[in-house]
């Protein structure tokens, strides 16, 4: 579990250096896989891959990449995998949805440290990442399955295509959600901390337990 507390002048720190670091390991090697992924699977979009080295150096890193990705989505798991599980707040907060896509968060049930729509992004991408990864290995030493077997290499064709076109659904709404709706979340992924102000407007209940005042109602 990460270490959310009030910081001396007042703000509160969302996310602790680890963290933080371990969130950017997973995003940039989200995108290296993401450019050397669509390259590899298209000839139209080959010209990534080129512009990152050329299609040989794309296709060699892709699977280091691909278990650097993985080993970063375990170690979220492990730091966040408890505040991640849904709860009857998600579900009545998952009722308000609508106040969520108009930015309307003050008319929204308190929640924890994450809302749902963070928690469904979490599994979507840890989820994926497990499917990505045991296909990708299969696709990665295909000398290794047996002739009987072989269907199995076309079954993680297709699974690592849709595995992957599901996380970047996921990936968009997420960067778009952090950078672009949620003023605030992006600062806290770099320096860590959030106002006060903020953890009561987005996250009330997590809040009013790290401050030790007990739930604020609505
Ligand atoms: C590379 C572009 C990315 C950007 C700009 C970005 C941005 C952000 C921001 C702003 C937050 C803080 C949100 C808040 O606490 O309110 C966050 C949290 C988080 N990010 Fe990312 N992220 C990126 C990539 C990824 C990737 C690839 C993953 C996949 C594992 C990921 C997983 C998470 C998770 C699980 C959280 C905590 C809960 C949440 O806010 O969804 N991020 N990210």
Redesign the pocket.
């Known amino acids: 579990m990460g270490e959310s507390r009030v910081l001396p002048d007042g703000s509160i720190l ?2 602790n250096f680890v963290e933080r670091m371990i ?1 950017w390991v ?3 090697s ?2 290296y896989l993401l450019l050397t992924g669509l390259a590899l699977w298209t000839p139209w979009l080959y010209w990534l891959a080129v512009m990152l080295g050329g299609g040989g150096v794309s296709r060699t890193l892709h699977p280091w990449v691909g278990l650097l990705f993985m080993a ?2 375990l170690r ?1 798991y492990q730091l ?1 995998g408890k505040e991640m599980r849904i709860t009857d707040v998600d579900r009545e907060w998952n009722k308000a949805l609508r106040h969520y896509t108009r930015n309307e968060d003050q008319n929204l049930p308190p929640v924890e440290r ?1 809302n749902a729509g ?1 928690k469904y ?2 599994w979507l ?1 840890y989820w994926g ?1 497990v499917v990505l990864t045991i296909t990708g290995v299969v696709m990665w030493i295909p000398e290794y399955i047996p002739w009987s077997l072989r269907f199995l290499l076309h079954l993680s064709v297709l699974l690592h295509a849709i595995a992957a076109l599901l996380t970047i659904g996921g ?1 968009i709404i ?2 778009y959600m ?2 672009a709706v ?1 003023r605030g ?2 600062r ?2 770099i320096r860590g901390e959030v106002s006060q102000g903020w953890a009561k407007m ?1 996250h009330r209940l997590w809040l009013a337990r790290i401050t030790g005042n007990g739930p604020t109602k609505r």
Request: a positive charge.
């Open positions: 969302r996310y969130h997973a995003g940039a989200y995108v970063a989505v979220m966040w994450f963070q992004l979490f991408m990442g990936f997420h960067v952090g950078t949620v979340g992006f806290s992924v987005h």
